[in-house]
């Protein structure tokens, strides 16, 4: 019993982990640019199916070459999608909810497009790290460990461009002050722009990190998109430290309601938390409202 | 060094600013009065590059920016400076003088402009690890001054600094104001309620309804009964 706690507990705070990652990034691109973007899900499937592709390569065979290809990848997708899709429309009335449609739109097409190139089968990644560590009847997979380090370290590296190069900077001051950091010369366009392309990143290591435990599939990204918001929201929407929070809270709910419901009552408890949270507390946990 | 003509600004349809021309010399004061809503900010964002929709001429050291954006002309030594002052509340204020010196002409001189910002407003030398939405009107008001000339300008548009400023503030940003100017800052401010800096004014000029009404030194503004009573409350 108590072994089946601990490993229940553990399994939470690995989710939990890869879901705070994930999260940081959409609470990075409502706190900076306040657009909310639909087709993250599918950019957390885009890379888990890069992976996939480069695994299929004959020469890749490590995942220290899927990372040092899959990132550049993403962050230029990111920066595309958003010069092309999503700067266009800012300078409208109602951008947005353009912009909402516009990346559900997206979303829509990407999940399709993978369907046409990958089939509707499930698609697997080998594990990060083979091997497990036991202890008695406690046993952990060193992959496990692996998701867990890369997503806090992802995290802290993020947290590290922030608060100490000068770029992480800008991004904190167009989050805080839009007008003020246009004043100061900050190229705010080239900002935005540069988020969204990070919080790609963000998912995209996301995908990769949890296809090697739960598969990847063209409309697996939803779950995620999902999961992200309610996080996003129940910490507060553009609070970081608010989503990092909320994100141990789902992973731990989730796995302990899984374990003692039953996985169909997991979205279910989820969604009741987030209402809870709501009505008393409309900003979120941490949130600054607006 | 700036001298603007036949300047237009709009804010969507709405028609701000109408054939306004004005000059600043090189090491000038020049101040601009005139109520409330006619459109003082406006000219002040134009000549920096903050308004989308300018047409007109800007010239800067003989080079049209008219239509050229505040990331461009920061980095020329254009710099403005607003009257809500726009400050990163959350971070601190040693990081928002920092950010004053983003552009790249700025940072190689970040460390020699950090000093002289400090030797100006010695009490933000002591608030350096306090975040900027801590501090009093006044020293957020200093703060916004002092980002300002992070930025290496050689010329500063100064939105009403006395706004929310106490009665005994207003002299030691007139003596900012001064101070800067006689180490050869060029200067475009709004301000109508700091005597002082009228006094250092080299030119007055008057905006009602988006269009110059008057032009002309601080003795012909002075003498002018009409600018006396509704403007300077003399």
Same mark, same amino acid.
């Given at each position: 019993? =108590?072994i089946?706690?601990?490993?229940?507990?553990i399994?939470? =705070?690995?989710?939990g982990?890869v879901y705070?990652?994930m999260?940081?990034g959409?609470?990075l691109?409502?706190?900076?640019s306040?657009a909310f973007?639909?087709?993250?899900? !599918?950019f957390?499937?885009m890379g888990?199916y890069?992976a996939f592709?480069?695994f299929? /390569?004959?020469?890749i065979n490590?995942y220290?070459l899927?990372?040092?290809?899959a990132i550049p990848l993403?962050l230029?997708?990111?920066f595309f999608i958003e010069?092309l899709l999503v700067?266009?429309?800012r300078?409208?009335d109602?951008?947005?909810i353009?912009?909402?449609m516009?990346?559900?739109?997206l979303?829509?097409f990407?999940?399709? !497009?993978?369907q046409?190139v990958?089939?509707?089968?499930?698609? !697997?990644l080998?594990?990060?790290?083979e091997?497990?560590f036991?202890a008695?009847e406690f046993?952990l997979p060193y992959?496990?460990?692996?998701i867990f380090i =890369?997503s806090?370290?992802?995290?802290l590296l993020?947290?590290?461009f922030l608060?100490?190069t000068?770029?992480?900077m800008s991004v904190r001051?167009v989050?805080?002050?839009?007008?003020?950091?246009?004043?100061?010369?900050?190229?705010?366009?080239?900002?935005?722009?540069?988020?969204?392309?990070i919080?790609t990143?963000m998912?995209?290591?996301?995908?990769i990190?949890?296809?090697?435990?739960?598969?990847i /599939?063209? /409309?697996?990204g939803?779950?995620?998109?999902?999961k992200a918001w309610?996080?996003?929201a129940?910490?507060g929407?553009?609070?970081?430290?608010g989503s990092l929070?909320a994100?141990?809270?789902?992973?731990?709910l989730?796995a302990?309601v899984g374990?003692?419901f039953?996985m169909?009552?997991?979205l279910?408890?989820?969604?009741a938390v987030? =209402?809870t949270?709501?009505?008393?507390?409309?900003?979120?946990l941490m949130?600054?409202?607006g | 060094?700036?001298k603007?003509e036949?300047l237009?600004?709009?804010?969507?349809?709405?028609?701000?600013l109408?054939?306004v021309?004005?000059?600043v010399?090189?090491g000038q004061?020049?101040?601009?009065?005139g109520?409330?809503g006619?459109?003082k900010?406006?000219?002040?964002k134009?000549?920096c590059g903050?308004?989308d929709r300018?047409?007109?001429?800007i010239?800067?050291n003989d080079?049209? %920016?008219?239509?050229l954006?505040a990331?461009?002309?920061v980095?020329?030594g254009?710099?403005?400076i607003?009257e809500?002052?726009?400050l990163?509340g +959350?971070?601190t204020?040693?990081?928002n003088l920092?950010?004053?010196?983003?552009?790249?002409?700025?940072r190689p001189?970040?460390?020699?402009?950090?000093?002289?910002v400090?030797?100006?407003?010695?009490?933000?030398?002591?608030r350096r690890?306090q975040l900027?939405?801590?501090?009093?009107?006044?020293?957020?008001r200093m703060?916004?001054?002092a980002?300002?000339l992070?930025?290496?300008?050689s010329?500063?548009? %100064?939105?009403?600094?006395s706004l929310g400023l106490?009665?005994?503030?207003?002299d030691?940003?007139?003596?900012?104001?001064?101070?800067?100017?006689s180490?050869?800052?060029?200067i475009?401010?709004v301000?109508q309620?700091i005597?002082q800096?009228i006094?250092?004014?080299d030119?007055i000029y008057?905006l +009602?309804e988006?269009? %110059?009404?008057?032009?002309?030194?601080?003795e012909?503004?002075l003498?002018?009964?009409?600018?006396?009573?509704?403007?300077?409350g003399m």
């Amino acid at each position: 019993m =108590l072994i089946e706690i601990i490993d229940v507990l553990i399994s939470g =705070l690995i989710n939990g982990s890869v879901y705070a990652l994930m999260a940081v990034g959409l609470t990075l691109i409502y706190g900076v640019s306040k657009a909310f973007n639909f087709a993250y899900g !599918s950019f957390y499937s885009m890379g888990g199916y890069i992976a996939f592709l480069l695994f299929g /390569t004959a020469l890749i065979n490590h995942y220290l070459l899927v990372f040092c290809l899959a990132i550049p990848l993403l962050l230029l997708f990111g920066f595309f999608i958003e010069k092309l899709l999503v700067a266009p429309l800012r300078k409208r009335d109602d951008w947005e909810i353009k912009v909402m449609m516009i990346t559900l739109g997206l979303a829509l097409f990407l999940d399709n !497009s993978f369907q046409v190139v990958f089939g509707s089968r499930m698609k !697997s990644l080998p594990p990060l790290l083979e091997g497990t560590f036991e202890a008695g009847e406690f046993i952990l997979p060193y992959q496990d460990v692996a998701i867990f380090i =890369l997503s806090i370290g992802g995290i802290l590296l993020f947290r590290w461009f922030l608060n100490n190069t000068r770029t992480g900077m800008s991004v904190r001051a167009v989050a805080q002050n839009p007008a003020g950091a246009q004043i100061v010369g900050i190229p705010k366009e080239f900002v935005f722009a540069a988020t969204f392309a990070i919080s790609t990143v963000m998912v995209g290591m996301g995908g990769i990190l949890l296809a090697q435990k739960y598969f990847i /599939t063209p /409309t697996g990204g939803w779950d995620i998109l999902v999961k992200a918001w309610v996080i996003t929201a129940f910490g507060g929407m553009g609070s970081i430290k608010g989503s990092l929070y909320a994100a141990f809270i789902v992973g731990l709910l989730e796995a302990f309601v899984g374990w003692y419901f039953g996985m169909t009552w997991t979205l279910i408890a989820l969604f009741a938390v987030l =209402l809870t949270t709501l009505a008393v507390r409309p900003q979120g946990l941490m949130g600054k409202w607006g | 060094m700036i001298k603007v003509e036949g300047l237009n600004a709009y804010y969507g349809d709405f028609h701000v600013l109408k054939d306004v021309c004005l000059k600043v010399g090189k090491g000038q004061v020049v101040v601009m009065l005139g109520p409330n809503g006619h459109g003082k900010s406006t000219l002040l964002k134009s000549v920096c590059g903050l308004v989308d929709r300018v047409t007109g001429s800007i010239l800067y050291n003989d080079e049209n %920016i008219a239509g050229l954006k505040a990331e461009k002309l920061v980095n020329q030594g254009i710099t403005y400076i607003a009257e809500n002052r726009e400050l990163f509340g +959350e971070m601190t204020v040693l990081e928002n003088l920092k950010l004053g010196a983003y552009s790249r002409s700025a940072r190689p001189f970040e460390k020699k402009n950090l000093e002289k910002v400090f030797s100006l407003f010695p009490r933000l030398k002591d608030r350096r690890p306090q975040l900027a939405s801590t501090l009093s009107g006044g020293e957020a008001r200093m703060l916004a001054i002092a980002r300002g000339l992070m930025s290496n300008a050689s010329f500063l548009a %100064i939105d009403e600094p006395s706004l929310g400023l106490q009665p005994n503030l207003r002299d030691e940003v007139a003596n900012i104001i001064r101070q800067i100017n006689s180490q050869g800052m060029t200067i475009l401010v709004v301000e109508q309620n700091i005597p002082q800096i009228i006094e250092l004014a080299d030119t007055i000029y008057v905006l +009602e309804e988006g269009q %110059i009404s008057f032009e002309g030194s601080k003795e012909d503004a002075l003498s002018n009964d009409h600018l006396k009573e509704i403007f300077l409350g003399m």
